[in-house]
Antibody, heavy 124, light 107 residues
Framework: QVQLQESGPGLVKPSGTLSLTCTVS????????WSWIRQPPGKGLEWIGD???????NYNPSLKSRVTISVDTSKNQFSLKLTSVTAADTAVYYC??????????????????WGQGTLVTVSS | DIQMTQSPSSLSASVGDRVTITCRAS??????LNWYQQTPGKAPKLLIY???TLQSGVPSRFSGSGSGTDFTLTISSLQPEDFATYYC?????????FGQGTKVEIK
């Protein structure tokens, strides 16, 4: 059973950098895309971006200028850095696997495994 | 970006009720539409992928249908553990977008 666990500071100062790591256990990170998704308190889900084990990335254009996602296959981890944070970046941050399969020539992908989430508060 | 719009935003229902949630996309998604359930304080859980395929372990009272831009999640007989927020999500293109959520509350 694949499990994901987020780790990192729960409090970040405004204008600082939010840094989180997701550790994958029960399976190899060397396949699929691996994603970061966030949820501000009381609000909906926002996809931040994802990374393939090879290092190929996709980012949400709304955050692209501030986001970097990286992967360390030797540690079965991937990480998120979000710069120049403000109070609007306060949210529960989830890591997730964008898994699935190809049916015929149709790629069917979805977020099938999630971490428990970690609350990051931006405040001085 | 593909915009995902769910309706209603919230609903009240009783145990045993049939519940239907609608998700509309701003462009055609073919079969690239997934549904998730989130209970308070928990991560979302995959319920249905590719419009209508139940994820392993998901009760058969959940079903999905639709095509193109209009999709539906149906709970045939609402159970106490189904009171939660439900999200649709498109995997047709990046950015991977979610609907705003539908909160199912106890009447």
């Amino acid at each position: 059973q694949v499990q994901l666990q987020e780790s990192g500071p729960g409090l970040v100062k405004p204008s600082g950098t939010l840094s989180l790591t997701c550790t994958v256990s029960g399976g190899s990170i060397s396949s699929y895309y691996w994603s970061w998704i966030r949820q501000p308190p009381g609000k909906g889900l926002e996809w931040i971006g994802d990374i393939y084990y090879s290092g190929s990335t996709n980012y949400n254009p709304s955050l692209k200028s501030r986001v970097t996602i990286s992967v360390d296959t030797s540690k079965n981890q991937f990480s998120l850095k979000l710069t120049s944070v403000t109070a609007a970046d306060t949210a529960v941050y989830y890591c997730a696997r964008f898994g699935g399969f190809t049916y015929g020539n149709v790629p069917l992908y979805y977020f099938d495994y999630w971490g428990q989430g970690t609350l990051v508060t931006v405040s001085s | 970006d593909i915009q995902m719009t769910q309706s209603p935003s919230s609903l009240s229902a009783s145990v045993g009720d049939r519940v239907t949630i609608t998700c509309r996309a701003s462009q055609s998604l073919s079969r690239y539409l997934n549904w998730y359930q989130q209970t308070p304080g928990k991560a979302p859980k995959l319920l249905i992928y590719a419009v209508s395929t139940l994820q392993s372990g998901v009760p058969s009272r959940f079903s999905g249908s639709g095509s193109g831009t209009d999709f539906t999640l149906t709970i045939s007989s609402l159970q106490p553990e189904d009171f939660a927020t439900y999200y649709c999500q498109q995997s047709y293109s990046t950015p991977r977008t979610f609907g705003q959520g539908t909160k199912v509350e106890i009447k």
